[in-house]
């Protein structure tokens, strides 16, 4: 039964054979790749580790970006109706200014208005004063020649003295 | 490098039809009785020579050294003396005494050089012999070297960066061998560390050469790990590494195993001599597993292509009808085989890392 007797000669040489497979294995070639696997591993470790902290910080920036984002939108909001109200308070003040300024020019051109009638009637006096001096001039210039006919004349220059101031006040 | 797989089913096939070849020198050389149980057995056992192929009647082989020693000295030769002549005949030089090797076709030493005497009896020197068993296993283990040599520099070279081409595959299997295998058979990181070498070695020794065995031309196809001797010597390495190797706790469980009752021990140490039969046996089973399965598988796929040889002497038609049907039948073993070459090796090396997980187990106080 040779198939299950082993052969010494191939005991020997397998021997051999497989101690140096072994030797160079364990000596040259598995701690070459053992410390690569090692390596490799250790550093995809870190490198997952990594991107899982990048991805937290990723997400903290994000949340701030949203808060400032938000907080930005708040203050352009408050801005605006800043903007808004001091518009509002602008204007108003214009109206009121204009309101104001209008008023004053109204009262200045009443005023001016009133001077002007004094002065018209201060003058309409002086002429009737003048007038009436005038007529007393004439009125005494014949006055001496007739006492009816005198008379009738005062009435006469009065009638017309009236006459001329009334259409005077008219105008 | 996209197409190997093609290439490697490609070469398989190659490989299964130059199988025909071979069976039909088989047939030539004999002119009688084609005898499959014989050429099998001639392809599963040991010879001095390698037969490659026989063409036009003329075999072509590679004729190999051998290397015995009698009496402490040592006689090299060709085995291609034993081709030509039954019988070689060297002349001893200190004392003049001729020496007469032969390779006897019957009895106890049949197929192995012998010193015939000068009675007539057979003597089996101590014999070293570069058989075609020996080279094979001499070209697989440079081959293991040379691509074990290849991964290191592509680690070298690549460093950190993820591997390619055969370092992937190797990666693959290492990676798988570390943690599949050594870190869930052995419980302590630092003994991983230990054994994980021997393990990867004997995985991919085992696995490259169960490989190789199913590749029918030279320089391959030789029935390496199919060989009593090297599994043998396969599972020595693992019953001293285990042994040498064993901490305390693992002798205590051997001379003393904790949980059996003192009666077992004592007048009569029935556990320890139980535990100490068992040293023995693991080694032994693994050396048998393996012979067996690689062996079985060999002589299945020899089986089923003699098949055609055997029907072919009844009838030439048959002979072709045959053939059709061994080759899909052979086809679908080999296709098997590459299964087994897997397992064998995964086997192997889960209870070789078992073993050494039990010798190196670490005190757990409960």
């Not at chain 2, 402490?72 to 019988?87: A, H, I, L, V």
């Not at chain 2, 080279?135 to 993820?162: D, H, M, N, P, W």
């Not at chain 2, 072709?320 to 052979?330: C, K, N, Y």
């Amino acid at each position: 039964m040779e198939l299950i007797s082993p052969d010494f000669g191939y005991i020997f040489w397998m021997t051999l054979a497989f101690a140096i497979v072994f030797f160079f294995i364990a000596k040259f070639a598995f701690p070459v790749i053992g410390k690569a696997l090692k390596n490799r591993e250790q550093k995809i470790t870190e490198a997952l580790e990594q991107a899982e902290r990048t991805h937290e910080e990723m997400k903290n920036l994000q949340a701030k970006n949203e808060e400032l984002l938000k907080k930005a939108k708040e203050e352009r909001e408050e801005m605006l109706n800043e903007a808004k109200i001091s518009s509002d308070q602008i204007i108003e003040e214009a109206k009121e200014k204009a309101k104001q300024e209008a008023n004053r020019i109204m009262e200045s051109a009443k005023e001016s208005i009133g001077n002007e009638y004094k002065a018209a009637m201060t003058d309409i006096k002086n002429q009737i004063a003048n007038i009436s001096i005038k007529v007393a001039e004439k009125i005494l210039e014949k006055e001496l020649s007739k006492d009816e006919a005198q008379m009738e004349y005062i009435d006469k220059i009065i009638k017309e003295t009236e006459e001329k101031m009334g259409d005077e006040k008219v105008r | 490098m996209r197409n190997w797989k093609y290439i490697v089913s490609l070469s398989f096939l190659i490989c299964l039809i130059f199988t025909l070849p071979n069976f039909a020198k088989a047939e030539n050389e004999q002119k009688e009785k084609f005898n499959a149980g014989e050429v099998i057995i001639e392809h599963i056992l040991d010879s001095y020579e390698w037969h490659i192929f026989t063409w036009k009647g003329h075999e072509v082989s590679i004729y190999l050294p051998c290397i015995v020693f009698n009496e402490g000295k040592c006689y090299t030769f060709s085995s291609r003396n034993f081709r030509e002549n039954e019988f070689y005949k060297t002349v001893n030089k200190t004392n003049s005494e001729e020496l007469v090797f032969t390779i006897p076709h019957e009895g106890d030493y049949k197929g192995k050089i012998v010193i015939v005497n000068a009675d007539g009896t057979q003597k089996r020197p101590f014999d070293i012999s570069i058989t075609k068993n020996v080279l094979a296993l001499f070209i697989s283990c440079a081959l293991i070297i040379i691509l074990f040599y290849l991964v290191t520099k592509a680690y070298q070279k690549r460093g950190e960066k993820a591997p390619k081409g055969l370092q992937s595959l190797f990666e693959m299997l290492i990676v798988y061998v570390r943690d599949d295998i050594a870190r869930k058979a052995i419980n302590n990181e630092k003994s991983v560390d230990k054994y994980l070498p021997y393990l990867i070695t004997v995985f991919f020794f085992i696995f490259i050469n169960n490989l190789l065995g199913l590749i029918p031309i030279f320089p391959f196809g030789a029935n390496i790990t199919g060989n009593i001797a090297v599994t043998a010597v396969l599972a020595l390495f693992t019953f001293f590494i285990t042994n040498l190797l064993g901490n305390k706790e693992y002798y205590k469980d051997i001379f003393n195993t904790p949980g059996v009752p003192w009666f077992l021990k004592f007048p009569l140490p029935l556990m320890p001599i139980i535990e100490t039969v068992g040293c023995f046996t693991k080694p032994f089973v693994l050396a048998i597993r393996l012979f067996a399965n690689i062996t079985a598988g060999h002589i299945v796929v020899l089986g089923f292509i003699s098949s055609i040889f055997i029907v072919a002497q009844i009838s030439v038609a048959g002979g072709v009808g045959m053939s059709v049907f061994s080759l899909i039948l052979a086809i679908f073993v080999d296709c098997i085989e590459l299964l087994v070459a897997y397992i064998q090796a995964y086997v192997f090396t889960l209870l070789s890392a078992l073993y050494f997980g039990m010798a190196s187990k670490e005190h757990h106080k409960s």
